[in-house]
């Protein structure tokens, strides 16, 4: 009994995606808007130690309650 094999295919490498390439102007306001977040986020989070920016409890009391509020815990 004779049995037909199909002719091999050469095997290919898919393609890699084109990444797309992203202008200043439309990821500045996101880099910004990263940025005070990230800023933000170090005075809610951070207690008034060693990397605190501002000496004194001023920024602490400040942003006590959403301390409390993102569980945070300060005392």
Not at 19 to 45: G, T
């Amino acid at each position: 009994m004779v049995y037909a094999v199909a002719p091999a295919r050469p095997l290919t490498v898919p393609a890699l995606p084109v990444l797309p390439v992203i202008p200043l102007r439309v990821l500045a306001p996101w880099l910004a808007f990263a940025a005070f977040m990230l800023l933000a986020l170090y005075f809610v989070a951070a207690d008034q130690g060693a990397t605190a920016l501002v000496p004194g409890s001023m920024v602490h009391e400040f942003v006590h309650d959403a301390r409390h509020l993102l569980g945070f815990p300060c005392h």
